[in-house]
């Protein structure tokens, strides 16, 4: 069994993918600004400091740390906190790692699917595609970047584009099921790639488990769905009224600002590469919001 740190331990991701990893014999430890736990490390990234005790025994790192991509309107500061928070974190795990020349087995690192850009095109995006010229593929370019400089040491290296997480302990859920949001964005053609935590954890876990799993791979389900049928499948589900008009895109620019292009534009992506390696549990929306909202 394998012992893994990782970074944004106690997000929605993190704290289900910790259980998960405990669940099948992994020794876990979680790097924190605040230890209040005994598993937990303090790591300072403005001081580039962490406690060397968290990389005892190590094998795998788990970087999922980052600040919210939607959680506030995209000021010129906040840009710059959204990249900095997933480089400088990255950064200064791969300094330690090489100095302290620590042999880990495997370095595996969240990304988006905003890799592709935030447009809505007639295309299926797969993982050799070239990133997109927008702010939020730059994110993911950046964030990549970061990771990939640990194969320069010869450690294997996963990268898993994420769409919209489902879950049932918050995230995109939670804010979909509000008057705003139970409705039509825009045109409502846009497409939103989707995965539940649970596929997505399996994903983190598999990466660990099977040595064979490592490089780019699109964590998206293979369910292609439009916001239109998206939220109609939503409001089905939990037995609640989606608005009959489509909230205007200016509405969203005006509430959201730049952000809005996160909502208001996407593309498909494909599937096809992780399908190869993993069976996933949810392929069906409706199975997904079906599980999460029983």
Known sequence: MATVLLTGGTGLVGSYLQKKLEANNHTVSILSRNPQKDNHFKWDIDAGYIDEKAFENLDYIIHLAGAGIADKRWTSSRKEILISSRVASANLLFTKIKTLNIPLKGFISSSGIGFYGAQTTSKIYKEEDNPANDFIAQICIDWEKAAQQFSELSIPVTILRTGVVLSKDGGALQKMNTPLFLSALGNGKQYVP???????????????????????YNAVSIDHETNTSFTKTLGKTIKKPVTPFNVPSFVLRTVLGELAVIVLEGS?????????????????LSDALKNIYS
Do not use: P, Q
């Open 194 to 216: 989707w995965i539940h935590i649970e596929d997505l954890c399996n994903l983190y876990v598999k990466s660990i488990e099977d040595v064979d799993f490592s490089g780019i």
């Open 268 to 284: 498909r992506v494909s599937a096809e590469k992780t399908a190869n390696k993993y069976d996933f549990m949810y392929t069906k």
